[in-house]
């Protein structure tokens, strides 16, 4: 059984610019969600993907989007880049059932530094 | 929307002690989880708990979901110990996760 892998582990950005992360979800698990956590901080709900469809999303602006595939991997897309978007970003994995989003556990991935100056 | 806290932000051990960690919650949970990060970050499963007791080791959960709290206790904490303790629940809308601001433990030798 295959974990959550994230890529890259760490990332430089400058403010302006766009970024794409990357997130493979456990193998047998059909939902992704991703979080941004600052420092110091607990981690904060960004937006959570099921069956290739945006299932809730969190305070943060459109510049935040997201794809799911097929496979259920997923991306993140931050787009005008603005300093305070340095953080870790986490991408969870769970197993929603058939009858729609119920208590399930999740399970994160090690996460992506983004650092933008 | 719902509100975690937990208790106490910071925590100071001597190697071979025990301590107990809180989560309150302001309202009804589905599904409620313990994580340890560890210095590169990544979250770290240790309990799956929407109520009841459960232990792995020397850590142990309890959860009292009709007053809304969660504990952790951790028995004769080792240095390995250290890190950042949070909690996290779910409501019945979905599966996002609300975290609390988390409890930073510091074993010593």
């Known amino acids: 059984e295959t974990g959550v892998t994230q890529s890259p582990t760490h990332l430089i950005k400058t403010r302006g610019q766009q970024v794409t992360l990357r997130c493979s979800s456990q193998?047998?698990?059909?939902?992704v969600s991703w979080y941004q956590q600052a420092l110091g901080q607990g981690p904060q709900f960004i937006f959570q993907y099921y069956r290739e469809e945006e299932n809730g999303r969190g305070n943060f602006p459109p510049r935040f989007s997201g794809l799911q595939f097929p496979n259920y991997s997923s991306e993140l897309n931050v787009n005008a880049l603005e300093l305070d978007d340095s953080a870790l970003y986490l991408c969870a994995s769970s197993k929603l059932g058939q009858g729609g989003p119920s208590g399930t556990e999740a399970f994160f991935g090690q996460g992506t530094r983004l650092t933008v100056v | 929307g719902i509100q975690v806290e937990q208790s106490p932000p910071d925590l100071i051990l001597q190697e071979g002690a025990n301590s107990t960690l809180r989560c309150n919650f302001s309202?009804?949970?589905?599904?409620l989880q313990w994580f340890h990060q560890n210095p590169w970050g990544q979250l770290i499963n240790l309990f799956y708990i929407p109520s009841g007791t459960k232990q792995n080791g020397r850590l142990s959960a309890t959860t009292v979901a009709t007053e809304r709290y969660s504990l952790l206790y951790i028995s004769s904490s080792q240095t390995t110990d250290s890190g950042v303790y949070f909690c996290a629940v779910t409501q019945a809308a979905g599966n996002k996760l609300t975290f609390g601001g988390g409890t930073r433990v510091l074993v010593k030798p």
């Open positions: 193998s047998g698990h059909n939902t």
């Open positions: 309202d009804s949970v589905n599904n």
